[in-house]
Every structure is written in C-alpha cells, then in structure tokens.
C-alpha cells in the first residue's frame, strides 16, 4: 500500500507562490507517475501536472507556464511549485501517483487527502 501525505497549501495573495510537497510512503515496487489534482467547490477535480519516473511531465493548460512539477525519487517526493497565483487557482490540491505494490501487481491509483490552497484577490 501507498499513502500520499501533502503538505505546503495555505493562503496567499495574487501574484505570489506557493511550493506544496507529497512525499510517498509505505511498501510498493514503483511508482511510474506522481501528479496534481485540484477540486474546486461544485466542481470536477482535474489534472494540474504529472511527473513521470523518467521525468517527463504534463500541465493543464491553465496553469503552463506558471506552475512547475518535479520529483525525487530518492525520497519519494514530489513537489509543486505554484508561481504567479491567481483567485482561480483556488481550490484543494490533492497528490495522485499511479504504481506497483510489488513486482507482479498491477498498476493502481493512490491518492493523498488534500491540502487547501486560497488565493485572495
């Protein structure tokens, strides 16, 4: 099992950053993706970034050229550097990874509980 712990979300103005952390625990094989998620109130979660183990990444597109995804692998981490914030960008932030328990599984999703992010205007 894999257990996703974020961290880094909090209240700031528009125009400033904010770096959340996910760091990946637990017994698994790998972990092929990590990404970002977020979920406004009466809306659908959707994809922020992906990271994958060779490091390849994906943005929505709101957020390309602001936002930048990394990972390390060392540590299981992944960050999210969130730069030029707007109120839009409001929402919880939830860490996705997809992986193996171990080397026969199959690939399963798992996902943190959320930490908030509120950009004031």
């Known amino acids: 099992q894999v257990q996703l712990v974020e961290s880094g979300g909090g209240l700031v103005q528009a125009g400033g950053s904010l770096r959340l952390s996910c760091v990946a625990s637990g017994t698994f094989f790998s972990l092929n993706s990590m990404a970002w998620f977020r979920q406004a109130p009466g809306k659908q979660r959707d994809l922020v970034a992906r990271?994958?183990?060779?490091?390849?990444?994906n943005y929505g597109d709101s957020v390309k050229g602001r936002f930048t995804i990394s990972r390390d692998n060392a540590k299981n981490t992944a960050y999210l550097q969130m730069n030029s914030l707007k109120p839009e960008d409001t929402a919880v932030y939830y860490c996705n990874s997809v992986g193996r328990s171990s080397k026969d599984a199959v690939m399963t999703g798992y996902w943190g509980q959320g930490t908030q992010v509120t950009v004031s205007s």
């Open positions: 990271i994958f183990s060779d490091g390849v990444t």
